[in-house]
T-cell receptor, first 111, second 113 residues
Framework: DGGITQSPKYLFRKEGQNVTLSCEQN?????MYWYRQDPGQGLRLIYY???????QKGDIAEGYSVSREKKESFPLTVTSAQKNPTAFYLC??????????FGQGTRLTVV | QQQVKQSPQSLIVQKGGISIINCAYE??????FPWYQQFPGKGPALLIA?????SEKKEGRFTISFNKSAKQFSLHIMDSQPGDSATYFC????????????FGTGTQLKVEL
């Protein structure tokens, strides 16, 4: 059963803590993306990767980091430098010009 | 700078009516325009998409109309049903940009009985 799996579904972070969100795909897609969704602001691109071991900053990369060591995996770390991390995080993948498939999201809350 | 402007922010339609959501873009390099449907707590799912070589694309009850000169595109949902109640996002991506999408701010659609 192909698709994108994000985990965990809910995540709570304390002030000053780094947390890592997982994203795995078995669609054999080269490109993967991380978006942040806030109410009334649509989806904003954090980072994207079009090939293993390479990634680029999106529009709101500050306070986030990623790695792409395997084609299937694109984890996102929300660092303590991200001052307003509470949001819904969405991972996506696509072939170069094809449909972007999204995971079910991780809701991160600062406590 | 918001490159894709979407309206309205929310929309209430009676069952069986037509839902219309509009988007306008600024970047002339955009050449792929998808619409996504999102239910609460879920990831967006592709509904329908268009490229600028056609002015209209229809899939079932969903139609995209595209006006390249005006840099506008719209989603029409015919015979709207309560199950269509969701948030709809338009998006656009540029030539050579892979699928690096720029999204509109979303329209929350409610279809009433």
């Amino acid at each position: 059963d192909g698709g994108i799996t994000q985990s965990p579904k809910y995540l709570f972070r304390k002030e000053g803590q780094n947390v890592t969100l997982s994203c795995e795909q078995n669609l054999n897609h080269d490109a993967m993306y991380w978006y942040r969704q806030d109410p009334g602001q649509g989806l904003r691109l954090i980072y994207y990767s079009q090939i293993v071991n390479d990634f680029q900053k999106g529009d709101i990369a500050e306070g986030y980091s990623v790695s792409r060591e395997k084609k299937e995996s694109f984890p996102l770390t929300v660092t303590s430098a991200q001052k307003n991390p509470t949001a819904f995080y969405l991972c996506a993948s696509s072939i170069d010009w094809g449909q972007a498939f999204f995971g079910q999201g991780t809701r991160l809350t600062v406590v | 700078q918001q490159q894709v402007k979407q309206s309205p922010q929310s929309l209430i339609v009676q069952k069986g009516g037509i839902s219309i959501i509009n988007c306008a873009y600024e970047n002339t390099a955009f050449d792929y325009f998808p619409w996504y449907q999102q239910f609460p707590g879920k990831g967006p799912a592709l509904l329908i998409a268009i490229r600028p070589d056609v002015s209209e694309k229809k899939e079932g009850r969903f139609t995209i109309s595209f006006n390249k000169s005006a840099k506008q595109f719209s989603l029409h949902i015919m015979d709207s049903q309560p199950g269509d109640s969701a948030t709809y996002f338009c998006a656009a991506s540029p030539t050579g940009g892979g699928n690096k999408l720029t999204f509109g701010t979303g329209t929350q659609l409610k279809v009433e009985l």
